[in-house]
């Protein structure tokens, strides 16, 4: 299945989770499957993108950056469209889930058990 990850570029010119990071950072290579951290899978959360460029666009342009973030289409495995609770990001970063969750993930968010970058759609600069 088609969808559409919103990434980071680092000024290493790494791609890296929008917005996840420390513990819950993901690293993409273009045209490499990746996945969650094994501990975030096994606690049901894997990664996230959205299941139409509009809903990328509109959640990529509403957040604050420091780093100009990318929008990717990409082939997904194991797209789940029930979601779990949302986290606490500076939780999971620490590489805990934390007891705190709520129901509200960005409009048109996914999650899928792998992801590949295959190609690139947009990038969004930095918002200070």
């Known amino acids: 299945m088609n969808v559409y990850k919103v990434v980071e570029r680092l000024d ?11 513990k819950a950072k993901v690293v993409y290579i273009p045209n490499e499957w990746v996945a969650a951290p094994k501990w975030l899978r096994e606690s049901g959360y894997h990664l996230t993108a959205f299941r139409e460029y509009e809903y990328a666009y509109t959640f990529a342009k509403k957040v604050i950056s420091f780093k ?8 997904a495995e194991g797209v789940l469209e029930k979601l ?12 805990k889930l934390g007891e705190y969750a709520w129901d509200s993930w960005p409009k048109g968010t996914v999650m899928c058990r792998a992801l590949k970058l295959v190609k690139k759609l947009k990038e969004i ?3 200070l």
């Open 84 to 95: 779990p609770p949302s986290r606490y990001m500076l939780l999971l970063a620490q590489g």
């Open 125 to 127: 600069k930095p918002k």
């Open 68 to 75: 100009p973030w990318e929008i990717w289409l990409a082939e």
């Open 12 to 22: 290493d010119g790494t791609l890296a989770s929008a917005v996840a990071f420390g």
